[in-house]
């Protein structure tokens, strides 16, 4: 009986608003009779009062005209009471997050009971359903390992990766040094007229983004020829000398998230090429991490930089590169994601090899943690 109580409860939870929820949960009280509201009170984590309030809004059958209080009704939400709360619960699902490619959306595998727990150590009088509403608000959905989407077989090193990109782009933030996560955005994002982006008198357009995860501001170089190593590490320079190097005038070191597929892979020997180039031109320490294969999602570019340029331009008639530009510098979101784009007109050609000269000459470290996926550039003196 309890387990079906249960059941049913934890179905109906996520999908109610405050007033359907204490409503269901006050049927579900009358329904057993004594000892209904303390038996639903502690399944739903509610509490009495509130269990009390939803029979009697059931009982008084009064038409609220689409509130989900009575005027005045409700104490003030701690949110308002103590801002600080929803950044504390930030910190403590950081390092368990996950994130969607294509949607403002990020993944925790902490429980709510959990962040439950960790924030009434610290002091914080908070329910885990209050948690849940927070999460939410803050754009995360909770989700179980098992159920995360992963093309492929899982890589036996996965975790680790993620364990050691996190541990060192901490490091690098606490020094003060740029973190950034890179990529091409692959897929094409509209229809207009009837065609598929991009369009024939426009050409091929790319915007090959770079998101700095510590400022929280992306940039875009928009290309209008292929997506190569050459143009990815073109857009890495051309984000360090419009915006990096005055965010990081002191920085010696650049840590690089990637992918693991693609023009910035780990095996693409021109990569590596290129940013010897890049080095040698900025003269700073190119430290590269490869997300394991079959784990782009989990890119921070994708959810925090991508997802709102996409629904920036949703419905927008993108018909020229300019009207393209425009819309992506637009690009703002709630939590201050600003974005700059600039227009590319080199012409990059696919196929190019890498002699076993020049990359013979290529200053690289492989560090000691996966090393395929981890490794330092340095200028060559």
Known sequence: MDEELKKRINTMMPILNERQLRQYLGAEAASMGFGGIEKVAKISGKSRNTIVAGIEDNNRGEDLEGRIRRKGGGRKSIKHTTPEIMEEIENIVRNETYGNPEEPLSYTTKSLRKIQTILNEKGYPIGYDVVGDILKELGYSLQLNQKMLQVGNEHPDRNRQFEYINRKSNDFMKRNEPVISIDAKKKHPTKVSDYDFPLKELGKVVPYGVYDISKSEGFVNLGISKDTAEFAVESIARWWLTVGKNTYPEATRLYINCDGEGSDESKVTMFK?????????????????????????????????????????????????????????????TKGVKVKCVRDDNKYEIGKRVSNKDFGEINIKRESTCPDWNYIIKPNK
């Open 273 to 333: 090429l290129q940013l010897q180039e890049f080095s040698n031109q900025s003269n700073l320490e190119v430290h590269i991490s490869h997300f394991p294969p079959g784990t782009s999602k989990w890119n921070k570019i994708e959810h925090k930089l991508f997802c709102y340029i996409s629904n920036n331009w949703k419905g927008q008639p993108l018909i020229n590169v300019e009207t393209i530009i425009k819309l992506i510098g637009s690009t703002a979101t």
